[in-house]
């Protein structure tokens, strides 16, 4: 293993950081290891950190890296919450449960997907049904496996995809592969065809950590889709529920709702196509609890600029080596794009994620 993948921004390091601002804050930690290993040998794990009584009627819940290269956003934000805790008592009868990277080998391999090459928010389905079909996927499924990274292949797929796009519209092509797919483990925004190890883990931490709480709040965690350094809030379903009119109150006009259907569209960049999100998990592993599935999406560069490296990394772990220069290369602008460095968008970001949880907190206390 080696002195790949980035020093700064790793698994471990992240992780270690978690425990220590739920340590400074006398939380208690619950730790789901996880079968696998991160690319410098490291132990992966998704750890719980509850604040607050752990009986409590009405809680926060806080889950990080569902899309793991994404975790670097929710977990520095989970971290500030923890550290915010410090001075600030929660109200009474309240707690919060921070869910820290729930896809963690997506996180420390910084990638998008999970160990399965599955997409977990698709993968939050009903697999004893058969699973959506996405026909149109199938003629565009090809462009995705060529084996050259930039060459004649890469070439030939390149403007293959440009064909699709301008034949059908650009927005319609990103719809159909951000639909999720459920037919081949070596595509892209591949759902799975069971549940995977953080679908599974994430319902028995609801089950373990939320499912006897009256009253719920819950955020997923983003980044990547929207406009640059703007966090959207957004209620994700297939129907509207009673809680998109709680959280459309609470919220106001910072809330954006997205209706997910086959054809459905919207001007988010959060594909409306797709089914499987997290928010359908928690919707049913919690059904006694008056529950607010809520996500946040922050956004980062244009949506082409991150489908080309969803593209590269994609042939990384198809044909390439994670370890050599390439891949570094590969891994070091997945993670800009995903958390840019800069200083300004950070600052934002989590101007906003604050805000947003500290109106979640208040409202708690009210409901
Ligand atoms: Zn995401």
Request: hydrophobic share 40%; glycine share 8%; with cysteine.
């Amino acid at each position: 293993m080696s002195a790949y993948f980035l020093d700064t921004s790793s698994f471990a390091n992240q992780r270690e950081r978690f425990l220590e601002a739920a340590a400074r804050v006398e939380a208690t930690v619950a730790t789901y290891p996880h079968p696998m290993h991160g690319p410098r040998g490291e132990t992966l794990s998704t750890d719980v950190a509850t604040v607050g009584p752990a009986d409590a009627q009405k809680r926060l819940v806080l889950v990080s890296g569902t899309h793991g290269v994404e975790g670097f956003y929710g977990s520095d934000s989970q971290i500030a919450l923890l550290d915010n805790l410090r001075d600030h008592a929660l109200p009474e009868g309240t707690c919060v449960v921070l869910v820290h990277l729930v896809n963690p080998w997506g996180t420390a391999w910084l990638r998008r997907v999970n160990e399965d090459n599955a997409d977990v928010n698709r993968n939050y389905i009903d697999f004893t049904q058969a699973p959506p079909a996405n026909i149109e996927y199938e003629t565009l499924h090809e462009i995705y496996l060529c084996r050259d990274l930039d060459g004649p292949e890469r070439q030939r797929a390149d403007e293959q995809l440009a064909t699709h796009m301008r034949d059908r519209g650009e927005a319609r092509v990103r719809n159909i592969i951000e639909a999720g797919q459920y037919r081949h483990p070596d595509g892209v925004f591949f759902g799975g065809t069971q549940q995977t190890w953080t679908n599974r883990t994430v319902r028995q931490i609801m089950q373990a950590h939320v499912a006897s709480a009256r009253t719920a709040i819950a955020f997923d965690l983003h980044t990547g889709a929207g406009a640059y350094g703007h966090p959207m809030l957004m209620t994700i379903g297939e129907r509207k529920v009673p809680a998109h009119d709680t959280a459309q109150a609470l919220y106001g006009p910072w809330l954006y709702t997205i209706l997910t259907a086959e054809n459905a569209s919207s001007d988010s960049g959060v594909a409306a196509t797709a089914t499987g999100y997290t928010s359908q998990a928690l919707i049913d592993q919690l059904a006694d609890v008056d529950l607010i599935p809520l996500v946040i999406e922050c956004g980062t560069y244009d949506g082409a600029r991150g489908h080309t490296l969803l593209r590269d990394d994609h042939w990384l772990h198809l044909h390439g080596d994670p370890f050599d220069a390439t891949g570094r290369r590969i891994k070091a602008a997945l993670l800009e794009h995903y958390y840019p460095a800069d200083a300004h968008w950070r600052e934002l970001i989590a101007l906003r994620t604050r805000q947003i949880w500290q109106r979640a907190l208040d409202a708690l206390t009210t409901m």
